[in-house]
């Protein structure tokens, strides 16, 4: 993995992260006012675009901040795929709590992944 993976996955995850939350707390309305459920993916969406935006400008000088970004993302989605696994059955969202949880599993190897490109050292010729 490099750090170009690492910056596209950023752009990706960043915008369907908190696209993929509010529609699956949409479907029962109620569960949008629970503020700390599903403000932590728009935190989450915010620091990916600007880690990704940083070392897209600068891949060395925004290194730190990607990394510290998929830190954080990897930090949350650790938290929420064993809370999913622990409460299999109690999710809003309009899917299988099993199809939930794969897709947190999924999303957690790829969270793990791009952390462990943008550790990767960025060789001095790469600019973007």
Do not use: N
């Not at 993929?20 to 935190?43: K, N, S, V």
């Not at 070392?55 to 650790?78: E, I, N, V």
């Not at 199809?99 to 050292?121: D, E, N, T, Y």
Request: glycine residues 10%; hydrophobic residues 50%.
């Amino acid at each position: 993995m490099t750090i170009t993976f690492s910056r596209r996955l950023a752009f990706v995850l960043g915008i369907l992260t908190p696209l993929a939350e509010t529609i699956r707390r949409w479907h029962q309305l109620g569960q949008l006012r629970y503020l700390p459920f599903w403000l932590d993916d728009y935190i989450i969406g915010a620091f990916l675009l600007y880690g990704a935006w940083r070392s897209s400008r600068d891949a060395r000088g925004g290194q730190r901040f990607l990394t510290a970004a998929w830190g954080f993302t990897c930090g949350m989605a650790y938290a929420s795929f064993f809370s999913q696994l622990d409460h299999l059955h109690d999710d809003p969202a309009p899917i299988s709590g099993v199809w939930v949880l794969a897709i947190k599993g999924v999303g957690f190897v790829l969270v793990l992944l791009a952390l462990a490109g943008s550790l990767r050292r960025v060789p001095e010729d790469l600019t973007t």
